[in-house]
């Protein structure tokens, strides 16, 4: 048996509501409720009080790696005295979790080397590897930060080309259970490896929500556009990255060495394992530890031709699919194209999502002393299309 999940780590957020007038505010959940950090931040710190007392994420961000650590051991401390907190806890009911931070840009890469593979045998029958740049950098493609929204927001089921002449309602809406790396203090030029992490502030669990047939028909020769741009999902809370600290792993065997740009001390993975279900049901369980490329790697390579980072930036891992059926991260590999429809209890299928369908990405990951943590989940429910 696996280590127990003993909650969630600490992790940040922003609500709406709570009865109480005026702008959003920053949050952090606990076993007892919601922490209105920005209240308790300006009864003890004016330092906290600067870069906490915000409806939005986006100042702390802004601040770099060294105000992160300070609050995140700050907030540590206060979450262990539950008397400390508990004259700031919200109420239960009427509070709203929105969008955290300003996404600034959105990238998403395609860092799994199982699901690079999975997906040329699908769309490319008799192809047995990956295209021949994909082992040499980590291929990606700017996505749009204007529909990234937060867990709980309905997906709408897309319209778009998906054949010459054919144009309508998406017919196979899929999901990509990824992770999300939110960027922070800013950087103009190439971000050396060993420095990128002091540019990641934390991690949530994304669902890269994908119209395959619409991306297939638009894909040839550019990359994904409409079959990608409609939404892309990320928890409401984001667990920074000194919280994953026990979840730091080698990264898988790459053949060829990376380029020496792409080498150093910062090059691991995370130990994250995610679960995808569908009303409910597990359907499927990636594995992140096996990502190809690193977060460190992405960052580097990101900026590798002088392009800036800015607080806010969103890099998605790309699709996490792991060895095993079982471990896939999207329904396009999952039903095999289409081909090899998915069984659900009850005697249902499914090769894509129907209207109604609701999707839970959920992820844990080493804690102290041998247990696990959670990262906060993202969840979405397929609307009709308009």
């Known amino acids: 048996m696996g280590s127990p999940v003993i909650g969630t780590g600490l992790a940040l957020g922003v609500v709406a509501g709570a009865g109480r007038p005026g702008p959003s505010r920053i949050a952090a959940p606990t076993p007892a409720g919601l922490l209105d950090v920005g209240a308790l931040a300006a009864t003890e710190s004016a330092v906290f009080a600067e870069t906490l007392g915000h409806p939005t994420l986006d100042a702390l961000l802004a601040a770099g790696r060294a105000v992160w650590a300070d609050v995140v051991g700050w907030l540590a ?13 919200l109420p239960a009911n009427g509070v709203v979790p929105v969008l955290p931070f300003t996404v600034a840009d959105y990238v998403d890469f395609y860092a799994c080397e199982q699901h690079a593979v999975n997906g040329a045998q699908i769309l490319r029958p008799g192809t047995a590897t990956t295209a021949p740049n994909w082992r040499h950098l980590p291929v990606g493609y700017h996505g749009r930060a204007g529909t990234v929204v937060v867990s709980g927001t309905p997906v709408t089921r897309p319209w778009g080309q998906r054949a010459a002449g054919d144009y309508g309602p998406t017919r196979a809406l899929d999901v990509e259970a990824e992770l999300g790396f939110v960027c922070g203090g800013p950087a103009q030029g190439p971000v050396p490896v060993d420095d ?27 990359g994904p556009m409409l079959g990608k741009s409609f939404a892309t999902a990320i928890s409401a809370w984001v667990t920074p990255l000194d919280v994953l600290e026990a979840a730091w792993v080698d990264p898988p065997p790459r053949d060829p060495e990376p380029l020496p740009h792409l080498r150093g001390k910062a090059d691991r993975g995370l130990d994250v394992t995610m679960e995808i279900r569908l009303g409910g049901e597990l359907v499927s369980s990636p594995p992140a530890a096996d990502l190809y490329w690193t977060p460190a790697q992405l960052v580097t390579h990101l900026t590798s031709n002088g392009a800036s ?15 095993r059926r079982e471990q896939w991260g999207s329904f396009l590999e999952l039903s095999w194209g289409g081909e090899d429809p998915v069984a659900l209890p009850g005697g249902e299928t499914r090769t894509y999502l129907e209207d109604g369908d609701e999707i839970v990405i959920s992820a844990t990951f080493p804690g102290p002393g041998g247990t696990r943590l959670a990262l906060p989940e993202v969840r979405n429910r397929v609307a009709p299309a308009r």
Request: charged share 25%; hydrophobic share 45%; aromatic share 8%.
């Open 77 to 89: 401390e206060r979450l262990a005295d539950p008397d400390r907190i508990a004259p700031f806890l």
């Open 309 to 323: 980072l800015r607080p806010g930036d969103l890099l998605g891992s790309g699709t996490v699919s792991g060895a």
């Open 196 to 222: 990128a992490l002091d540019h990641v502030f934390g991690v949530v669990v994304l669902n890269d929500w994908s119209a395959r047939d619409v991306q297939s028909f638009e894909s040839r020769p550019l």
